[in-house]
């Protein structure tokens, strides 16, 4: 979701498209279980790919704000560790009026993320357990090479350093996972410093991964079920 110049006040919220987006797909998309220390505020990312046969897969991820003290969110301990020009960017207020929906989305870059923490993977081709195996690799990459870059020295002038990168190898197939209060068989990647990755296939045919910093992790009951949209602020 990326916006430039000046957006009128009176812009649509992107999210309701989104959600509008995911009701139409041919499978239920999956997030976190209600919880205090999580929230869903509506923060969807959609990738799909495409051949000569069409639509080959979809994935839907999506964000939480965490809430080191769900009892009261606006105790300072909520507040993320930001540097000086983003803390700077989200104090200064335009001289133009903005929808309700920017200054809520930027007041919630203030606070700890779970970014892209639950994935729903579709494909045209069956997931089995192979595909769920690299669909988990995949996902913690993804999460590692954008939100832990400054941790794994990961720089952008050298691609081909790749070391940092989880492998198939690394994945524990004698895990289980919450799915709609029932646990199912599951894989999980249990050994990287920076997070804790499982996934299970789901009754959908579809597959369903979470990542989760592990600087979070105590926080987060790690159970699954069909979203039903975001929660509120």
């Known amino acids: 979701m990326q916006m430039s110049g000046i957006v009128p006040e009176d812009a649509p919220d992107p999210r309701i498209e989104l959600e509008g987006r995911i009701r139409q797909f041919p499978f239920p998309v999956l997030g976190l279980v209600p919880q205090p220390a999580v929230q869903d505020l509506g923060g969807i990312g959609i990738t799909d790919a495409w051949d000569a046969e069409g639509c080959e897969s979809i994935s839907v991820s999506v964000t939480y704000t965490y809430w080191r003290n769900p009892a009261d969110h606006a105790d300072p301990v909520n507040l993320a560790e930001l540097d000086d020009e983003t803390r700077a960017s989200l104090d200064t207020v335009p001289p133009w009026p903005r929808p309700a929906w920017i200054v ?12 892209e923490a639950v994935r729903t993977t579709w494909r045209r081709a069956r997931a089995d357990r192979d595909s769920l195996s690299r669909s988990l690799v995949d996902h913690v990459n993804h999460i590692l090479q954008n939100r832990f870059r400054s941790e794994l020295g990961i720089a952008f002038d050298r691609p081909f350093d790749r070391g940092w990168e989880a492998s198939v190898s690394s994945v524990d197939p004698t895990a289980e996972l919450e799915i709609d209060g029932v646990q199912v068989p599951a894989v999980q990647i249990d050994t990287d410093p920076f997070v804790y990755a499982v996934g299970a296939l789901t009754g959908a045919g579809t597959v369903a991964t979470v990542v989760i910093p592990r600087d979070h992790l ?3 009951r790690l159970a699954l079920q069909a979203r039903g949209g975001p929660t509120g602020s």
């Open 104 to 115: 809520e989305m930027a007041e919630q870059l203030r606070h700890p993320m779970l970014w």
């Open 218 to 220: 105590a926080g987060v």
